[in-house]
Nanobody, 117 residues
Framework: QVQFVESGGGLVQPGGSLRLTCKAPRMITSVWNPLNMAWYRQTAGNQRELVATISSGRITTYADSVKGRFTISRDNARKTAYLQMNNLQPDDTAVYYC????????WGQGTQVTVPS
């Protein structure tokens, strides 16, 4: 059963920003709170790659390609995770997904981010 719903993607020019949202409407708080979460992205024909992670204690890690531009955060009261993406570049074009880290839940539909070259 899909647990996470992603939103916030869109078409943005290079250098622009987007904020992605990941909600877990079916998940009870006692499961969400200790969950390590992550954002992933995937382009056609490629494997899903890990973009950013946030632990239950809010320790964050980032892929080298997004370090300094993306920020992951979470709001436990809302059972929501966010990905603030700044200075977007064409290589950031992908479908973005959230899931636990590691991803052990069914994958949602993701949200498309497109940055034209």
């Amino acid at each position: 059963q899909v647990q996470f719903v992603e939103s916030g993607g869109g078409l943005v020019q290079p250098g622009g920003s987007l904020r992605l949202t990941c909600k877990a409407p079916r998940m009870i708080t006692s499961v969400w709170n200790p969950l390590n979460m992550a954002w992933y992205r995937q382009t056609a024909g490629n494997q899903r790659e890990l973009v950013a992670t946030i632990s239950s204690g809010r320790i964050t890690t980032y892929a080298d390609s997004v370090k300094g531009r993306f920020t992951i955060s979470r709001d436990n009261a809302r059972k929501t995770a966010y990905l603030q993406m700044n200075n977007l570049q064409p290589d950031d074009t992908a479908v973005y997904y959230c899931n636990s880290n590691p991803g052990r839940y069914d994958w949602g539909q993701g949200t498309q981010v497109t940055v034209p070259s």
